[in-house]
């Protein structure tokens, strides 16, 4: 009967060693993905804080371009894209204004309505 007791015992003991050895493993696999949660967050800010300086960088160098500043070949192309992009833009809006009976703003390319004394959007004074 000690011998049955005996086994018993010991095979209760190794489930608790392998449910112990579990839980721990799980216990590290959960800080393991805590950590990777953390980790993954915090890069996720700061690319898109490197996006938003890039973002500014980039208007500031066009800025300078619009305004006569010279610069490499590669930057003058990628400015002057911009501006074709820039150009398309401003005939849409304007097709798209003539569709609604509206007009665009000239200082901030809104869409505002003919009879508009002054843009909602950037307060300029609209000509007659």
Request: neutral net charge; aromatic residues 6%.
């Amino acid at each position: 009967m000690d011998d049955i007791f005996g086994k018993v015992k010991e095979g209760t003991a190794k489930v608790m060693d392998e449910a112990e050895k579990f839980t721990n493993m799980a216990v590290k696999k959960t800080k393991d993905a805590i950590e990777q949660t953390k980790y993954s967050y915090t890069l996720s800010g700061i690319e898109k804080k490197v996006n938003e300086i890039l973002a500014e960088l980039g208007s500031k160098i066009y800025e300078e371009y619009e305004n006569g500043t010279e610069f490499g070949e590669d930057i003058k192309m990628k400015c002057a894209q911009i501006q074709n992009l820039k150009n398309d833009i401003k005939e849409l809006k304007e097709k798209m204004a003539t569709l609604k009976n509206s007009i665009v703003c000239k200082k901030c390319g809104a869409v505002i309505s003919e009879d508009s004394t002054f843009c909602p959007k950037c307060g300029i004074r609209i000509n007659d």
